[in-house]
């Protein structure tokens, strides 16, 4: 069964440093997005991103991040000047519809 | 905020008992799905239910939405140590999904 997947499983940065995030949504899915779960809390919405082009974004969604589809498979979210905050799980999905999503495992981003 | 709002936020309960765990929004909903989330991993799809219907089983799973109420609830039948995680509602608005902070749901075997 195809399922999303995201890369690093794990990624340790240094506050100011810049981080990307893959996630290879599945084949013929067409409504990708992203979301953070900091520790202990709720999943938020950050991003949604539709025919190349971001389609929602939340308030959290600021200029800091940024989102991109380089190629036909992967989805990428950059984090610029990371701060201590930005730590927690970064999951990436994908919706053949704007009904269902489907989950990547997640990135586990610890900023120091 | 779309978001749904769980209830309760923890709930332990003995191998082979139901749970049932509540979910409440706030604004018009196009549909409501439910979630399930072990713990540090991703989120695994359950079950949607769209705002003309009122209820859906999957399974051991039944979902029933009241539109008048803006609530939802999950009823997981004859629950096994297995079905520990947190549960997620999540409401679909115009253009995105909301979550709410979830249910741990604790099985003792």
């Known amino acids: 069964e195809p399922e999303v997947t995201q890369t690093p499983s794990h990624q340790v940065t240094q506050m100011g440093q810049e981080v990307i995030l893959r996630c290879v949504p599945i084949s013929n899915h067409l409504y990708f997005y992203w979301y953070r779960q900091i520790l202990g809390q709720k999943v938020e919405f950050l991003v949604s991103f539709y025919n190349n082009e971001i389609s929602e974004k939340s308030e959290i969604f600021d200029d800091q991040f940024s989102v991109e589809r380089p190629d036909g498979s992967n989805f990428t979210l950059k984090i610029r000047s990371t701060k201590l905050e930005d730590s927690a799980m970064y999951f990436c999905a994908s919706s053949k519809t704007r009904d269902t999503q489907y989950f990547g495992p997640g990135t586990r981003l610890t900023v120091l | 905020s779309q978001q749904g709002e769980e209830d309760p936020q923890a709930l332990s309960i003995q191998e082979g008992e139901n749970a049932t765990m509540n979910c409440s929004y706030k604004?018009?909903?196009?549909?409501l799905q439910w979630y399930r989330q072990n713990s540090g991993r991703g989120l695994v799809h359950l079950i949607l239910?769209?705002?003309?219907?009122r209820e859906k089983h999957s399974g051991r799973l039944r979902v029933t939405l009241d539109t008048s109420k803006k609530s939802s609830s999950l009823l997981i039948t004859a629950s096994r140590a297995a079905d520990t995680a947190s549960y997620f509602c999540?409401?679909?608005?115009?253009?995105?999904?909301?979550f709410g902070a979830g249910t741990r749901l604790t099985v003792k075997p």
């Open positions: 604004t018009s909903i196009n549909n």
């Open positions: 999540a409401t679909d608005g115009p253009n995105d999904m909301r």
């Open positions: 239910i769209r705002s003309n219907e």
